[in-house]
């Protein structure tokens, strides 16, 4: 059974740096996409980040320059550091995945496994 679970959510200051995990179980492949996608109040959930086989990464514009994501396989984890946070990424953040690799952001319909969320506070 795979599951997904965030960690490391909370409450930054504009400016600021924060830190989100995703821990996976039943999901070993090294052949997997996993990314992070964030979904405000009354908005759409969108893509922030993903890192597929042999690491290859990719952002969403918007976190472009700001964020990282990075795997961790002997941890089976992967991570998402946010810095120079805004007031407008305020949102849920999940991770989610799917047995295939990828190279470019996928949308959001790719993936068949999500985490339950953990909450990412940006204060003005």
């Known amino acids: 059974q795979v599951q997904l679970v965030e960690s490391g959510g909370g409450s930054v200051e504009a400016g600021g740096s924060l830190r989100v995990s995703c821990r996976l179980s039943g999901l070993t492949e090294k052949t997997k996409c996993v990314a992070w996608f964030r979904q405000a109040p009354g908005k759409e959930r969108e893509g922030v980040a993903s890192?597929?086989?042999?690491?290859?990464?990719s952002y969403a514009d918007s976190v472009t320059g700001r964020f990282t994501i990075s795997q961790d396989n002997a941890k089976n984890t992967v991570d998402l550091q946010m810095n120079t946070t805004k007031p407008e990424e305020t949102a849920m953040y999940y991770c989610a995945a799917y047995r295939a690799t990828c190279y470019r952001l996928p949308d959001r319909v790719a993936f068949v496994y999500w985490g339950q969320g953990t909450q990412v506070t940006v204060s003005s």
């Open positions: 890192i597929g086989y042999g690491k290859f990464t």
